[in-house]
């Protein structure tokens, strides 16, 4: 069976990505196979899984991305491009799906065509995981719609990291009504935890006490390596795989894994 997560949080710079990338490769490393699904125009899973706009890297692809899958209805299997890791793919994004949300709102099945292209590739995975913007609009939406097992949802130990959260639970109770009645929140992990700040603790205090149930006790501190190695299109466990970050990814993930069972 396949596990569907889609990462969450319209505050920008939460840790998204950074959770997606590199949870998925430690998946792969686990012998599962992963498909990374990267619904943000942004496109920096894309970019760190060493997959850029220019890459002559895809294997003999049109440079589809999920935006022809969206709006086009080009078959997911066409758009899914391999990577250096052999049990990760991608589906790429690129700058063009900003322009997904306009173009949507006319759709009647507007917030569930992710759902849909995922369906007829879905049984070549153990897991999807899915990147998103940083904002509640459609192409979040159909994020929250398409998974199976759960919103995990990256929070900075900053300061104003818990505004928005209320809206993003409403969002999510919104969703799990009239779109996904399976949806639920499976895990918030802290990121960005700065032990020598008060700070940190008091946000990672206050996250705790807001999700009891979902706070993963792996808190991802903050390490430079983990913001160095997308520039390379390396994750965490092939740039720096002694770093604080790499056993901070590994923990976080075995857990997951073991709240699975
Ligand atoms: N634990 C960490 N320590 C230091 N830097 C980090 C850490 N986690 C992420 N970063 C860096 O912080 C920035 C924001 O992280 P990331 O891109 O994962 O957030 P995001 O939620 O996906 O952002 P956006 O909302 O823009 O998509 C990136 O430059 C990333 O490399
Ligand atoms: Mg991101």
């Given at each position: 069976m396949t596990r569907i997560y889609t990462f969450a949080n319209q505050k920008g710079g939460a840790g998204k990505t950074t959770c997606v990338v590199n949870m998925g490769d430690y998946l792969t490393g686990r012998r599962r196979s992963v498909l990374v699904v990267d619904m943000d125009p942004q496109a920096n899973a894309t970019s760190s899984i060493g997959m850029g706009r220019h890459s002559d890297?895809?294997?003999?692809?049109?440079?589809?991305?999920?935006y022809d899958?969206?709006?086009?209805?080009?078959?997911?299997?066409?758009v899914i491009r391999t990577t250096r890791r052999p049990r990760l793919h991608l589906i790429p994004s690129s700058p063009s799906l900003?322009?997904?949300?306009?173009?949507?709102?006319?759709m009647p099945d507007r917030e569930t065509r992710l759902r849909k292209a995922l369906?007829?590739?879905?049984?070549?995975?153990?897991?999807?995981?899915?990147?998103?913007?940083?904002?509640l609009g459609l192409l979040t939406i159909n994020a929250l719609t398409a998974t199976d097992d759960g919103v995990i949802i990256p929070v900075q130990c900053e300061y104003l990291a818990l505004e928005g959260?209320?809206?993003?639970?409403?969002?999510?109770?919104?969703?799990?009504?009239?779109?996904?009645p399976r949806l639920t929140?499976?895990?918030v992990v802290l990121t960005m935890y700065d032990a020598r700040t008060r700070?940190?603790?008091e946000v990672a205090d206050e996250v705790k006490r807001f999700f009891p149930e979902q706070v993963f006790n792996t808190i991802v501190p903050r390490n430079v390596r983990l913001s160095e190695a997308p520039s390379f299109g390396e994750t965490i466990f092939t740039y720096s795989p002694e770093s604080a970050g790499a056993l901070a990814y590994s923990t976080l993930t075995e857990e997951l894994l073991s709240r699975e069972e």
């Open positions: 890297e895809s294997d003999g692809d049109a440079g589809l991305t999920v899958a969206l709006i086009d209805g080009m078959p997911f299997a066409s900003a322009g997904v949300e306009v173009e949507l709102v006319g369906a007829p590739v879905l049984h070549h995975y153990d897991y999807v995981l899915i990147d998103t913007p940083p904002s959260l209320g809206q993003l639970i409403h969002t999510i109770n919104l969703v799990h009504d009239n779109l996904n929140v499976a895990g700070l940190s603790q």
